[in-house]
């Protein structure tokens, strides 16, 4: 009976480390497999905090003001629909900063370029401030395209619009045609600047990156420019200048409603660039009484004019007529025909914030 007792003894003994072993290879084999899972995922959480998403083209907003930006909260609200699909730059005067006194808007907190120089209307600093701002969206490499934008404009769509709108195509958007009518260019500038090649357009254009490098690197063209381009003196200010007799020898130049056309012609590149703005101005040719200062300057929107009708006009123009050229441009957008314009100018403070607030400028956010 004893013996019997100890076998049995044994065997459960033995039954008991078998449990056991099972029991901790069980263990083992369920803790590897947890670590594996667990590990996978902190691998996968890894993958994505560490690598970021490869970031896309973007597009350089390059203002041109005078100080502040009396439109900044209607771009503010434009720009909280771009992700990081854009940059801007900002030219102000020289000393001038865009701090948390000067402005509302985080988008353009510092925004301001370090380097500016003094504008004066009419005069070649206006596009040696272009160029500056230029200068300093082309050290991003990531800026594709290069908006020209003054403080008094607005954006008639979303940002998502106008991104796809101004990528979808390969070209430059430059207002440009020949210049054959009001004697601007001046035979000085022969033969660096044939008069084959001298073209009249908006500032307000679209560059992609090659016509921005191209830009900033000329040398002759701008020099030229400096020299020979010149805005004829208003009447009012005649006893300040010399004005010849025959004052229909005066060249009445305005360097930037010409350099860049110019200078893309006199590149050839001209097959490049769609050749209109993607800015809507007016310009005010009758209501002038004085004959000289008529469509010097164009229509300033004030608050009575900011009206849903207005806009439906700007963004209901689908082509232009280019007299000079005979030329009829249809406007069109991924090979479908298109409203022309994506900005207007020129629009008060109170004007763009009643458009803002009838929320007519389209759904921002």
């Not at 420019?225 to 010849?244: G, S, T």
């Not at 007016?282 to 200062?293: A, G, K, L, Q, V």
């Amino acid at each position: 009976m004893k013996r019997n007792k100890l076998v049995q003894h044994k065997w459960k003994k033995k039954l008991f480390a078998l449990i056991l072993v099972v029991f901790c290879l069980g263990s083992l084999l369920f803790m590897q497999t947890r670590y594996h899972h667990v590990a996978g995922l902190v691998s996968l959480q890894h993958r994505f905090v560490s690598e970021p998403e490869v970031q896309g083209p973007k597009i350089a907003f390059l203002f041109i003001a005078r100080n502040r930006l009396p439109l900044e909260m209607v771009w503010d609200a434009f720009f909280r629909g771009g992700d990081s699909k854009f940059s801007i730059f900002v030219h102000c005067r020289p000393g001038f900063l865009l701090n948390k006194a000067t402005t509302r808007s985080p988008y353009f907190l510092n925004r301001q370029v370090n380097d500016s120089v003094q504008v004066e209307w009419g005069e070649a600093s206006m596009i040696e401030a272009e160029r500056v701002l230029l200068r300093h969206a082309l050290s991003d490499p990531l800026n594709d395209r290069f908006v020209f934008l003054s403080d008094s404009c607005i954006p008639l769509y979303n940002f998502s619009y106008t991104y796809d709108y101004i990528m979808s195509t390969s070209t430059s958007f430059v207002d440009s045609f020949a210049d054959t009518k009001e004697g601007r260019y001046n035979p000085k500038m022969d033969p660096v600047i044939p008069v084959y090649n001298w073209r009249k357009g908006s500032q307000w254009g679209v560059l992609t990156r090659k016509h921005a490098k191209v830009v900033v690197e000329d040398e002759t063209v701008f020099l030229m420019f400096q020299r020979y381009c010149k805005k004829k003196p208003l009447p009012e200010f005649w006893r300040a200048h010399y004005i010849p007799a025959d004052t229909s020898k005066v060249h009445n130049c305005i360097p930037d409603e010409h350099y860049v056309q110019t200078l893309l012609a006199q590149k050839g590149l001209e097959e490049e660039i769609t050749r209109r703005s993607l800015t809507h101005t007016s310009w005010d040719i009758s209501n002038s009484r004085e004959y000289d200062r008529r469509g010097w300057h164009p229509v300033t929107y004030k608050y009575s004019d900011a009206t849903p009708m207005l806009l439906n006009f700007i963004k209901e123009i689908d082509n232009i007529y280019f007299e000079t050229e005979y030329r009829r441009e249809w406007c069109s957008s991924k090979g479908k025909p298109s409203t022309c314009f994506l900005f207007a100018r020129k629009f008060t403070r109170t004007a763009a914030l009643r458009l803002l607030n009838m929320s007519v400028l389209g759904v921002f956010n």
